[in-house]
């Protein structure tokens, strides 16, 4: 196109484009690297990436895929313009399904729980039969996948069944609909103002000319009866030629209005000279009045065109704040989707007047947008600090929202929709979230209101009358959380996350009573089984422990809750028996890297699991970052439908991998430490307003996940971590990359930091050195059978189920050291740290030790044991052979001996 058309046509676009920016409250670009220009990065987003189920083997429910949506939106959106099909994930899609049921308004980026698809919208052809209202379903459209095709604020289809094809776009508060039907005088476009992803509800229509307006009523989120009001206006390009309603079973043809239950109305349209009809959406949850208002400010002409690439360039605006070169096709796709992901959510909740309603469900004016839609417990493992990172900005606005909630609606948001607490999942994350934005520097909030927000909900506070610590009673009386180790776990970690807010604003007082609560995470941890495990309310252990049983915890089991303290990993691997046998443990645990609820591996599709692979930094074996955090980005992300290997929740997995691209990750929710594994990029910008955060990686790329050098603004450092600040301004972080491991990041002072104020920390587990048993030549009793042999237990690892097993009369197991050398300490790995049950550690043994292979002196005698590990030290003494004899090889009565590790050192 040229001439004075495509220059209005421009002008246009660029207005719409400003009035996105300017309604969202969105901040400009900062100004690029000297040199650098923007770059056309939505090419690289797949919007079905996530759509569908991943591998998980045992996901939690609802958690098999994604539940990501392809459908229209623009950062932060108001409006979710997108496909409902007949068995979505609850994200209300799935890639799989060849029907539609309806283009609806509203979504969630990957909730578990069926949410939203408010306003259903739907074109049909042909004779109106059976009411929509009791038949809806019976009108959905079959396509072909071919048809379908989606971009970053546009979705096309077509509906085979209908002829007609469909095309999406949005603004923040506004939806544009484009679509072309076949020659015929019955092209209808049905509109249902009662049904959602939970439920009909109360709705009304009212269609006046080539407008209708009306309001739905959704909610119900997770088995809530919270519900919420959304007034809407769609307006066309032309009149209809017909309209009705229907209310429940009774269509009425030439209807203008009605309201009730299984409500909704009807649209007709002449296409046999003019194929195409266009219309556009305004919605608002204060009035039809502020509906209309968003409609006229964003959305003020038909040029679907026009809005489909300002959408465009609003994407590429902010996907430019993170500009990485130099990568392979499938990353750059898999980067830019998951970093779009990032940007959905939360959505704006004010309209372009200021107003919005509130957590007390009153209207409210402010003068900066306002955001809703926490999905707290998932999003504080890291999409706040990446959004504190990457948006400053858009963060403080999120911040201040947060805070408006609370004084609104009694605390800080934990799992909100809309103007509602729904209380989905453990904990307290609202604190954590403030907390980690604030650590990434975002400011310009209220920080007195905020920690008095947080010190409230420890203190009796609720919520729209219901507290968000509903166990905080028992947990300031016993110290933990007697009905939930993993929800005791989520108040420690939210006590942290104020302890450190409070330091940082100078309150004291605060700091020191919530870091020693934060310490409270050593009464869930047991030291027999090696696990956080469950505990009565009188102080009892529970025994056995399962490690992949999930009876008792939230979405998770003790394999995987045990690595959540990312604050005190010191602490952790010194009770676990020291950095050698957490390495073990972390290995066992990346066995598999999406085990799902009751296998006791990692489980990247689930948001406690997230930070585990930064455990190896603590243990000083950043390698084991690397590798684990490589393997899960190559192996359990995937440019597929099924390519999030769980719920993205509200862009919480997806800021897992923006992070692991990177090279960096913010281990410690509430604190500003940043542990280091190496880019997966050459080249990566982060362009902030207070400076580009330049990260280089000389010779990074797939096959080159090890980190051999790193230097911050030129200086040398071995340290595999770094904190905010040191990135905060303008910055250089330069990597060396390689295919082996190095001595990076491998000194005792080298570990990030653990944060021990508040108590006595456990003691330091002692450093025995090399085991002189491993690799060495060993016999032992029969096997179990011919995977479990005794060189099994001498191999140094814990994965894979390596371990020697026997059921023989007289069970042993015996290790020649290949030259007498001084022996003084011994540690046997049981059952228990292979992920069995610890009831099969062993219950009694002696350990012996000779010269000859004839002669041999017993030198520790145990009974009555049932620790997952035991250390044995003893005086001094020269041995060439060591023999473990297993008197009781079980503490429950099973007749087998199961030893994963018998480990001999100086």
């Known amino acids: 196109m040229s001439g004075p058309l495509s220059t209005l046509h421009r002008r246009l676009r660029g207005a719409l484009l400003a009035a996105v920016l300017a309604g969202a409250g969105l901040a400009a670009l900062p100004a690029t690297p000297a040199g650098a220009a923007a770059l056309a990065l939505t090419q690289y987003v797949n919007p079905f990436i996530g759509t569908d189920n991943s591998n998980s083997p045992n996901p939690v429910p609802g958690g098999a895929g994604g539940s990501t949506y392809p459908g229209a939106v623009v950062p932060f959106g108001m409006v979710q313009f997108s496909p409902d099909t007949p068995t979505a994930s609850p994200s209300g899609y799935r890639y799989s399904d060849t029907g539609i049921e309806e283009f609806s308004l509203t979504h969630f980026n990957g909730a578990g729980c069926a949410n939203n698809e408010d306003l259903g919208l739907l074109p049909i052809t042909g004779a109106i039969g059976t009411s929509p209202g009791t038949g809806w379903t019976g009108y959905a459209g079959r396509y072909t996948k071919a048809n379908e095709s989606a971009a970053p604020g546009y979705y096309k289809n077509k509906l085979d069944t209908y002829n007609t094809t469909v095309e999406l776009s949005a603004t923040q508060r506004s939806g544009a609909m484009k679509l072309t039907y076949p020659n015929t005088t019955s092209a209808r476009l049905l509109v ?48 209809p030629s017909g309209f009705g309603t229907w209310l429940g079973s009774t269509v009425s043809a030439g209807s203008s209005s009605t309201s009730g239950t299984n409500s909704g109305g009807y649209v007709t349209f002449d296409t046999s000279s003019n194929a195409t009809v266009q219309a556009k959406v305004g919605i608002s949850f204060v009035s039809l009045a502020n509906a209309q208002a968003n409609l006229a400010a964003e959305n003020p002409g038909f040029d679907f065109a026009g809005i489909r690439g300002a959408a465009d360039t609003s994407w590429n605006n902010v996907l430019n704040r993170v500009q990485v070169t130099g990568g392979a096709a499938a990353d750059l796709q898999k980067f830019y989707t998951a970093l779009y992901h990032v940007f959905q959510n939360p959505n704006i909740a004010s309209d372009t007047n200021g107003q919005y309603r509130g957590f007390d469900q009153a209207v409210h004016t402010a003068s900066h947008t306002v955001y809703q839609n926490y999905s707290g417990w998932d999003i504080y493992r890291s999409w706040a600090a990446l959004i504190g990172l990457v948006a400053p900005n858009e963060a403080s606005d999120i911040a201040k929202s947060m805070v408006l909630d609370g004084q609104q609606g009694g605390l800080l948001p934990k799992w909100s929709h809309n103007s509602n607490e729904h209380f989905v999942m453990t904990g307290d994350p609202g604190p954590i979230i403030v907390g980690s934005m604030y650590a990434f520097g975002v400011r310009g909030f209220d920080t007195s209101a905020a920690l008095t927000l947080m010190d409230k909900s420890s203190n009796g506070g609720t919520a729209q009358g219901q507290a968000i610590r509903g166990r905080e009673s028992g947990y ?40 020693q609560r934060a310490q409270w995470w050593q009464n869930v941890f047991g030291t027999d089984s090696g696990y956080v495990q469950p505990r009565g309310s009188d102080g009892t252990w529970a025994w056995p422990v399962v490690p992949s049983s999930n009876s008792g915890y939230t979405e998770g089991n003790p394999s995987q809750y045990t690595w959540m303290v990312p604050y005190n990993y010191q602490g952790v691997i010194n009770l676990m028996g020291g950095r050698q046998t957490a390495v073990q443990r972390l290995d066992h645990h990346f066995t598999q890297l999406n085990g799902g609820l009751t296998q006791p591996y990692f489980y990247i599709g689930n948001e406690p699991e997230h930070g585990v692979p930064w455990a190896y930094n603590y243990a000083a074996h950043p390698q084991g970052t690397s590798s684990a955090v490589r393997r899960v980005m190559n192996e359990s992300f995937t440019t597929g439908a099924g390519g999030l290997p769980g719920n993205d929740d509200l862009g919480a997995t997806s800021a897992w991998y923006v992070f692991a691209a990177l090279g960096m990750y913010p281990a410690t929710p509430g604190a500003d430490v940043l542990a280091l594994h190496g880019p997966l990029f050459p080249s990566a910008s982060i362009i902030r307003p207070s400076g580009t955060i330049q990260i280089t990686g000389t010779g990074a790329g797939q096959g080159a996940q090890y980190v051999q050098s790193v230097s911050v603004d030129g200086v040398s450092t071995t340290r595999s971590w770094i ?25 005792t002072a080298d570990v990030p930091p653990s944060y021990n104020d508040g108590f006595t920390p456990p003691a330091a587990a002692p450093e025995l050195g090399t085991n002189l048993a491993q690799g060495k030549a060993a016999t032992g009793s029969a096997p179990c059978n011919s995977a479990e042999v005794p060189a099994n237990a001498v191999d140094g690892s814990l994965a894979n189920n390596s371990k020697f097993c026997s059921t023989a009369a007289t069970k042993y197991l015996q290790v020649d050291l290949g030259s007498a050398q001084n022996v003084s300490s011994f540690v046997v790995k049981h059952a228990g740290l292979g992920g069995e049950t610890t009831s099969w550690n062993t219950g009694a043994f002696t350990i012996q030790t000779s010269t000859d292979g004839s002669t041999w002196t017993t030198v520790a005698s145990v009974s009555g044991a049932r620790a997952s590990r035991t250390y044995h030290p003893i005086t001094t003494r020269s041995a060439r052979y060591v023999k473990l004899n297993l008197t009781t090889p079980a503490n429950d009565g099973n007749g087998a001996a199961r030893i994963y590790e018998f480990e001999v050192y100086r």
């Not at 959602?196 to 309001?215: K, P």
């Not at 959380?481 to 604003?505: C, R």
């Open 476 to 515: 300031l009386s016993r110290h933990y959380v007697y009905e939930d180790p993993s929800d005791s776990l989520e108040y420690s970690a939210s006590d942290f996350a104020i302890a450190q807010f409070a330091k940082a604003v100078g309150d004291t007082t605060k700091y020191t009573t919530y870091m």
């Open 192 to 239: 249902n103002t009662s049904r959602s992803a939970t439920g009909s509800r109360n709705g009304s229509i009212s269609i006046s000319g080539s407008q209708i307006t009306g309001a739905v009523t959704g909610g119900g989120f997770c088995g809530s009866s919270k519900t919420y009001q959304i007034f809407y206006v769609i307006q066309f390009d032309r009149a």
């Open 723 to 747: 904190r905010y600040g040191d990135i905060a301004g303008a910055s250089t972080l330069s990597y060396s990359m390689g295919s082996s491991p190095s001595a990076w990041g491998t000194g």
